[in-house]
């Protein structure tokens, strides 16, 4: 491994090696810049840098947050570091920064020991802030005790919190008085002298603190400070005062902001007891792209240097950005509430020589003393660093280093825009996104509202269609606009809420708009990731308007409960796009990324696109009154049984999805299983995360060192025993991974209605549009009969692989998304076990055909027919069927010849079949363009059956489960469709490597009533 690939901090907490005097100057003004801060005794008096640091870097390269990484590891054991991303709301600034301090308050308080039950950021605030309220309360005589000095000091010097049954050195009565006597707490407060805009505080730390870890009571405090509207009952369960009344549930982004304007003012404030924090915003070339964004970040900075307490803010920045976007977009006060640092500077030879040993130390080089010697080689360095005030960016000399080690940096340069560089630093941040996932005590993938406002509104949607709501509020920011089609809005802010009353309201302005929209698309939509989705929506206890949050759900109401891996990818993906923005991904721009980002992320636009399935839990939900009042417990304490937030977890949520609905008995994790499995073999792989399709689990296996693709594969038959699996699982290789696909063990069914409302074909612009089936991320694999790559079509499959069912689901296709003055279909059916019941109608151009004969007949018939197309075509000046047809001429309809089983055709004798192959090869050749077009299945995909000629003359290859990998090879050039699972599970192919999917199901009796429709 080159050791010098690393050259960009994605956390600045958790940087690599670093120069101690690279930019030593700027650090050390940061950290003097911070020493006041802690200079007082606590609970310190208010205190802030005057100023917001602001560092400057002459371009992209230099090491800004690397910067943040060093300063981060500074001030470890005195500051609470926030390394903010840039937020996507001028509206909503607040709460994204809120939310991002939280996040970082619930992560581990020490990295060394972060495992589940490890104390964190938030817990030890709290401790702090209890600990020194308890001094004062002994000071002040709200507490009694016989000997109150003794009891200060024991408090300062021993006091800890923990869970009410936790038994700790602490006196166990201290929990009554915090909880039950809220004067002793007001009292203490009123003698530290801070001042706080919510009084509520000191008890919704204590409450958290003393709660359980993951509890629902946690849950509770949390989501009040991140100034969530909340419940009456949840309000009763926290015991909050009348003082601080609920406020009123309104749309109001104003309100909101607002609301969490004050937290986060608060929460600095309580850092009088505890560390101080520093706010580092890095990446902020992204606020310099909108002058609404760069003028909010600067009121922001500005309100944080004049207003908010016990803080240093430091802003990373290129001098380029600064000196013009930025200067030029905020206002004048604003401005002067900065400082500028020292510029930052690249490193100089010395530097340069102890990074390469750091770099190099310990195994890194073992059995490369080759590639050792080029990168120290003194001549070479000459080179580079001429005078001693040469100095480089670390970026450039960590490339330079790279293709030296390599030997490469003598041969033809390799583009800057490579897009392996995309492809593998995307793979990275996705497997750091996935290991975070594994931790329950990691808040990386929590929930943040600017993640979703840039998926949906700058790499989901299409130019021109995305703006703000009609009138932008915290249930609506922004909507997609798809004239006579959809429209879809998107709300970001309330999607943690708990309460009954905010999924109300939610619920009934998803209604308004859907009956002003007018549409046949018309949904507001939230995104949930995994942590908030221990609170199904709607709740079980939420008798009366649960029926109203269903039914919603089901017509205008998305709720999207993102899996771990879903997450991840978007997670990802952002952060690629943050880098690319930032200059950190050499050669690459943010829009070069987009279409990479993209193809990730295939199948989310045609997710929110597509209409809502109304769910069948609706007729779960009971019929009383709101959310269910707060039971006295068998103690009697008035909290500890709140049936809104008891039993609820056994409630499952309805997901809408697209398509296909899931079985409500999930099938087992094997993730574990998987793991174990491997081991055994004595193969390391590590789960990336699971995807879950309609017949199959798909499992991502990241193979551990020396562990080749080939080695796991010759364990298929091994893996089946070892993980009790009906059939030997398939492998097969993506970018950075293996994955391993494991049957369900009870299947789903898609329905072919449920796919063609989707929008992708529902919307598609060809009329021989055909969905093939669904594929493992839940999209529509779809064939184009007028794209040259899928013109004509070979299936192949063994008996009860759903091969005819298959055929059905295309003819069906057919006939829905055409008239016949767009069509003509001929079917040819030996054994008319298919097609042989369906009536006569226009579409057809005769009976179902049934013997070699009649097939030869009508192969030479279209030939002619094709012939004659070919004239008429360029009498009138076009180049194609589809331009005529679009022009308005449909006296020349598109054909298409369905054969259900060609081997009986085939096998006749050897002049039929060459005959036959003769007129397949005239067809395939010319027949896309004058309409004509072929689809041929057989049940016997051997050499016999499928011959070069037929083969190569049909470039759509759909192959379901055959009999041996003779025949997969056969079909799709390698094997793998021997180990599908039957029913429709297939492998498609149009010129790239197969895709797995799930064909579509349609009912018989549906089938022959689209031939029976009046319309026709």
Request: charged share 25%; net charge neutral.
């Amino acid at each position: 491994m080159n050791p010098f690939s690393w050259d960009i901090v994605k956390n600045p907490s958790e940087i690599p090696v670093t120069v101690s005097s690279l930019n030593h100057e700027v650090l050390e003004s940061l950290e003097n810049a911070f020493t006041p801060l802690t200079a007082a005794a606590k609970p310190r008096p208010p205190c802030s840098s005057p100023k917001a640091r602001l560092v400057l870097s002459p371009a992209p390269g230099y090491g800004k947050s690397h910067l943040v990484g060093r300063l981060c590891a500074s001030l470890s054991d005195r500051a609470n570091v926030v390394a903010f991303t840039p937020f996507q709301s001028a509206d909503l600034c607040w709460q994204s920064l809120l939310l991002q301090v939280l996040r970082n308050l619930q992560s581990p308080a020490s990295p060394i020991a972060a495992g589940p039950l490890a104390q964190t950021r938030l817990e030890t605030l709290a401790e702090d802030v209890i600990r020194h309220l308890l001094v004062q309360a002994l000071k002040s005589g709200w507490l009694i005790h016989a000997e109150p000095e003794e009891a200060v000091q024991w408090a300062l010097n021993h006091f800890t919190l923990g869970p009410l049954k936790d038994k700790r050195d602490w006196n166990e009565a201290l929990h009554d008085v915090f909880l039950n006597q809220s004067h002793v707490l007001r009292g203490a407060w009123a003698a530290t002298g801070v001042s706080l805009a919510d009084n509520d505080w000191p008890a919704m730390l204590f409450r958290y603190a003393t709660s359980e870890p993951f509890s629902d009571q946690q849950e509770r405090c949390v989501a009040w400070m991140k100034g969530e509207t909340l419940s009456l009952e949840t309000r009763s369960a926290l015991g909050l005062t009348d003082a601080s009344a609920p406020p009123t549930e309104s749309s109001a982004s104003g309100e909101l902001n607002n609301r969490c304007r004050e937290r986060f003012h608060d929460l600095c404030r309580l850092a009088a007891f505890h560390r101080p924090f520093v706010f580092c915003f890095d990446q902020t070339e992204v606020f310099a792209q909108n002058n609404t964004l760069a003028k909010s970040f600067g009121r922001v900075v500005a309100e944080l240097v004049n207003e908010v307490p016990h803080h240093l803010t430091v802003v990373t920045v290129n001098q380029g950005l600064w000196d013009g976007k930025f200067c030029n977009s905020m206002e004048e006060a604003d401005l002067h509430r900065f400082k500028k640092e020292a510029e930052l500077m690249g490193l100089r030879r010395p530097e340069g020589e102890e990074l390469i040993t750091l770099l190099t130390a310990g195994d890194t080089a073992a059995g490369q003393e080759n590639a050792l010697t080029r990168v120290r080689d003194s001549k070479w360095l000459d080179t580079l660093f001429p005078n001693p005030t040469t100095n480089i960016p670390a970026r450039e000399f960590l490339h330079k280093c790279q293709q030296r080690w390599d030997g490469s940096e003598n041969t033809a340069r390799v583009p800057q825009r490579n897009p392996a560089i995309i492809t593998a630093r995307y793979q990275k941040l996705f497997s750091v996104a996935l290991a975070a996932a594994a931790n329950p005590r990691s808040t990386e993938l929590h929930y943040m509202p600017d993640l979703f406002r840039w998926l949906t509104g700058t790499l989901l949607a299409r130019p021109g269609e995305c703006g703000p709501a009609d009138h932008p509020d915290s249930y609506a920011e922004l909507k997609w606009t798809l004239p006579a089609q959809a429209v879809i809005h998107f709300g970001f802010a309330h999607a943690s809420s708990n309460s009954y009353a905010t999924w109300k309201r939610l619920a009934e302005y998803a209604r308004d708009r859907r009956r002003h929209d007018a549409v046949p698309v018309s949904k507001l939509v939230h995104f949930r990731t995994p942590e908030l989705q221990r609170c199904p929506i709607p709740r079980s206890s939420w008798k009366k308007n649960g029926p109203l949050i269903l039914t919603a759900l089901g017509e205008c109401l998305q709720v999207i409960d993102l899996t771990a891996e879903e997450t991840a990818a978007i997670h990802a993906a952002r952060q690629l796009h943050l880098e690319a923005e930032s200059g950190d991904l050499e050669g690459f721009k943010g829009t070069d990324v987009i279409p990479f980002l993209l193809e990730k992320l295939e199948g989310w636009r045609i997710r929110l696109l597509a209409p809502l399935v109304p769910s069948p839990l609706s007729e779960k939900t009971g019929t009383d009154s709101g959310d269910v009042p707060a039971k006295k417990s068998a103690s009697g304490s008035g909290a500890a049984a709140n049936p809104a937030d008891g039993d609820s977890a056994k409630t499952k949520s309805p997901i809408a999805h697209t398509g296909w609905q899931p079985n409500p008995d999930p099938t087992p994790d094997l993730s574990r299983a998987i793991v174990e499995a491997c081991a055994s073999f004595k193969i390391q792989v590590t789960i990336l995360g699971r995807r879950e399709a309609p017949q199959l689990i798909r499992y991502h296996l990241q193979p551990g060192p020396g562990v080749t693709f080939a080695k796991i594969k010759n364990h298929a038959i091994d893996l089946q025993l070892k993980l009790g699996l009906h059939s030997e699982p398939l492998l097969g290789t993506g970018p950075g991974f293996v994955y391993l696909d494991a049957l369900k063990e009870k299947p789903d069914i898609i329905l072919w209605r449920d796919a063609m409302r989707r929008p992708e074909i529902s919307d598609h612009p060809s009329l021989l549009a055909l969905p093939i089936g669904v594929n493992i991320s839940n999209s529509l694999i779809i064939a184009d009969l007028c794209d040259s790559n899928t013109a004509h079509a070979l299936i192949g499959g063994s008996s009860g692989s759903g091969k005819s069912e298959l055929l059905k689901a295309l003819v069906a296709t057919l006939i829905q998304r055409n008239t016949p003055k767009t069509l003509q279909l001929t079917v040819v059916d030996p054994k008319l076990l298919t097609f042989g019941n369906i009536p006569a109608n226009p579409f057809l151009t005769g009976p179902v055909l049934r013997d070699i004969a009649e097939s030869l007949k009508c192969l030479e018939e279209a030939v002619e027919d094709m012939e004659k197309r070919y004239e008429i075509l360029l009498k009138g000046h076009f180049t194609r069927l589809g331009e005529r047809i679009d022009a308005g001429l449909t006296d020349l309809p598109y054909r298409v010849l369905v054969f259900d089983e060609f081997a009986d055709l085939i096998n006749s004798g050897k002049q039929e079949k060459q005959e036959f192959e003769r007129l397949i090869k005239r067809i395939s050749a010319k027949g896309r363009a004058a309409g004509v077009h072929l689809i041929i299945a057989t049940q016997r995909p051997d050499r016999e059956v499928v011959t070069g000629q037929i083969k190569a003359n049909l470039p759509l290859k759909i192959c379901l489960r055959v009999t041996s990998a003779t025949n997969s090879h056969i079909l799709l050039d390698e094997a793998g469709a021997e180990l599908l699972l039957g029913r429709g599970d297939l492998l498609c192919q149009s010129g790239s490597l197969p895709e797995r999917g799930q064909a579509l199901f349609v009912p018989q009796e549906e089938f022959l009533g689209l031939f029976r429709r009046e319309e026709i």
